[in-house]
């Protein structure tokens, strides 16, 4: 089974500025990784694929990028609906899983 | 609009049996594989099974395996997962999720939530 860590498990950031979020796979997992945001009370939200391609109606300001066992998504300025939790999750091989999220909160 | 509904979560005691649904609607159901995820309370998202759009192939993530059968019924459009001998580390929302391509979800439903307890 392919773990995937993440980091830090709380990001601190002001609204405006750049939030850089790790995920780190046990093993390659090439660029089979999405990335989904969960607001309290919701379900998950797609927004990378393949390491780093938009989903449908994402905002530019979230990127993605990395290969292998290393990836990033970057939230270029956040906005206040932005302080939520983020899962990455590899779909290179079975079973699937996710990291343990990433909670980004107002600094 | 592209929607699933999630049913049939409750509380049940351990080593007791209950199945899920999911019902599609918006899309071409048989075109799509599904997959169940859960989330334990205050936890994060675990990955449990996978059907594929025919229904003839299948994955489950180890801790179910043998305990728990995915399944749809393309005529209904609707997904199940069928859970048996549950335990208390079941206790979770289920999502389920339609798969856009490969093994990543565009949609999922509101979820159900499922407790076991004595």
Known sequence: EIVMTQSPATLSVSPGERATLSCRASQSVKNNLAWYQQKPGQ????????????????PAR?????????FTLTISSLQSE??????CQQYDSWPLTFGGGTKVEIK | EVQLLESGG???????SLRLSCAAT????????????RQAPGKGLEWVSAISGTGGTTYYTDSVKG????????SKNTLYLQMSSLRVEDTAVYYCAKVVWRQIFDIWGQGT????SS
Not at chain 2, 27 to 36: A, E, I, L, V
Request: net charge negative; aromatic share 14%; proline share 3%.
């Open chain 2, 67 to 74: 305990r728990f059968t995915i399944s749809r019924d393309n």
């Open chain 2, 26 to 37: 918006g899309f071409t159901f048989s075109n799509y594989g599904m997959d169940w995820v």
């Open chain 2, 10 to 16: 409750g509380l049940v005691q351990p080593g007791e």
């Open chain 1, 82 to 87: 932005d302080f939520v939790v983020y899962y």
């Open chain 1, 43 to 58: 379900t998950p939200r797609l927004l990378i694929s393949d390491a780093s391609t938009r989903a449908t109606g994402i």
């Open chain 2, 113 to 116: 939530m499922v407790t076991v």
């Open chain 1, 62 to 70: 979230f990127s993605g990028s990395g290969s292998g066992t290393e």
